[in-house]
């Protein structure tokens, strides 16, 4: 992501799968800093209502952004924005 703070439109009809750009959206709101770091994220099933879709997609969605070590879930508390927030990495790190 560029280091622009506005939020993209959320588009499910876009060439992507829609936990992806459900991940996707979501990173971008951490990223703008509309969700900071140790936030409470709603729960998935609020989250599915939100996007309108079902709340197998979102803990989808939840699993990715978790491989990505953008969130973490703490069973029986929630899931909450990391703290810290990984270091964004550079094209060429590999």
């Keep these: 992501m560029s280091g622009q703070n506005e939020i993209p439109d959320f588009?499910?009809?876009g060439p992507q799968l829609v936990y992806v750009a459900i991940a996707d959206h979501i990173a971008a709101r951490i990223s703008a800093g509309e969700l900071r770091p140790g936030?409470?994220?709603p729960p998935e099933?609020?989250?599915a209502t939100e996007y309108g879709v079902a709340y197998l997609t979102v803990?989808?969605?939840a699993q990715v952004l978790r491989e990505r070590e953008l969130i973490v879930t703490v069973h029986g508390k929630g899931t909450f924005v990391a703290d810290?927030?990984?270091e964004p990495k550079a094209p060429d790190s590999e």
């Design 45 to 47: 099933r609020d989250l």
């Design 11 to 13: 588009d499910p009809q």
């Design 59 to 61: 803990r989808r969605a």
């Design 39 to 41: 936030a409470r994220l």
């Design 84 to 86: 810290p927030l990984p």
